[in-house]
């Protein structure tokens, strides 16, 4: 018998074809404005550091420069203490004690509070004294670590590191009583089997 020719049947795709935009109601993304951050502006120039502290205003947040001190920054180091020392040129408005003592502030209180053997005291200034300038300048010091007597000498040597930063021939003077040295002696460390550096514990034959 004669056989009829299959016939598939054509599926038919249907293409979606896009739509085109409206002319009259494109939208577009909102523009987010940028927030620009000023920050703090510092300039080192051969050891002398300006800073230009911003203050916000009221009105907005548009920032003005306001006056700021000019200072020499140094760091000073003796064991495990480290001082941040930075000193000013003293002005008239600067209150000071005495004349036998120098204005230095520690942590916030006067370094003959924040020390009280004077021989720490004697320690601290003694850059001063041997400059002769006690009422010349004023310093403020930041300083974190060690013992009281580690952390005077780290004072002293922070403090004549930014004296020679101020005036470097204030250089000579200095470096020949001492003031410009690190002292890097520090404790020995304990070893396994002695009681610490080099104390061994009491041996007996019998």
């Not at 002398?48 to 916000?56: L, R, S, T």
């Not at 180091?77 to 001082?83: I, S």
Request: charged residues 35%; hydrophobic residues 35%.
């Amino acid at each position: 018998m004669p056989t009829k020719p299959a016939t598939k049947s054509a599926k038919v795709k249907k293409i979606k074809r896009a739509k085109p935009a409206k002319e009259a109601g494109v939208l577009e993304m909102p523009k987010v404005p940028e927030i620009v951050e000023t920050p703090v502006v510092e300039k080192k120039i051969s050891g002398e550091v300006i800073a230009d502290k911003m203050e916000k205003t009221e009105e907005g947040p548009e920032r003005t420069p306001s006056g700021a001190e000019k200072y020499y920054e140094s760091v000073g180091r003796r064991k495990e203490a480290v001082a941040r020392v930075r000193i000013y040129t003293k002005k008239s408005s600067d209150v000071q004690v005495s004349e036998d003592k120098a204005l230095i502030i520690v942590n916030g209180k006067p370094y003959y509070e924040y020390f009280k053997i004077p021989r720490l005291q004697n320690i601290v200034d003694a850059p001063l004294k041997k400059l002769k300038s006690l009422n010349r300048f004023k310093a403020t010091v930041k300083i974190s670590g060690g013992g009281a007597r580690g952390q005077a000498d780290a004072i002293r040597f922070g403090l004549g590191r930014a004296l020679v930063l101020f005036d470097l021939n204030f250089s000579k003077k200095l470096r020949k009583a001492g003031y410009l040295t690190r002292d890097a002696r520090v404790k020995e460390r304990r070893k396994y089997g002695l009681k610490k550096a080099r104390k061994a514990p009491q041996w007996a034959k019998r």
